[in-house]
């Protein structure tokens, strides 16, 4: 199971750190993805990780990393420079894919969160 938190309103500008937190498996077994639902809009993979490799999509890429807290069994996600376009519903999922990329741009998880919702607005 996924528990995701950090979520909230955030004024144009701020940043936020998203934990996932896994509660019956290690991450250390899989990668695990940050998705985007916002509104009106497809589901983005945001970044991707598995020990030893990321991907971050090249929107977020100069304002967004992604790390992994054995200690806390979480992968969190540091966004910097927030827009209102961030704006949306963040969930993280977990599977075995093939690549890091692939999970992020065209994959289907088989394991989610419930999502947090993050505000960007003044």
């Known amino acids: 199971r996924l528990v995701e938190s950090g979520g909230g309103l955030v004024q144009p500008g701020g940043s936020l750190k998203l934990s996932c937190a896994a509660t019956?498996?290690?991450?250390?077994?899989?990668?695990i993805g940050w998705f985007r639902q916002a509104p009106g809009k497809e589901r983005e993979g945001i970044a991707c990780?598995?020990?030893?490799?990321?991907y971050v999509a090249d929107s977020v890429k100069d304002r967004v990393t992604i790390s992994r807290d054995y200690t806390r069994n979480t992968v969190d996600l540091h966004i910097n420079n927030l827009k209102p376009d961030d704006t949306g519903v963040y969930y993280c999922?977990?599977?075995?894919?093939?690549?890091?990329?692939?999970?992020?741009?065209?994959?289907?998880?088989?394991?989610w969160g419930q999502g947090t919702q993050v505000t960007v607005s003044s």
């Open positions: 999922a977990a599977d075995r894919p093939p690549t890091i990329q692939s999970m992020c741009v065209n994959g289907v998880p088989p394991y």
């Open positions: 019956e498996a290690t991450i250390v077994h899989y990668s």
């Open positions: 990780n598995s020990p030893g490799s990321t």
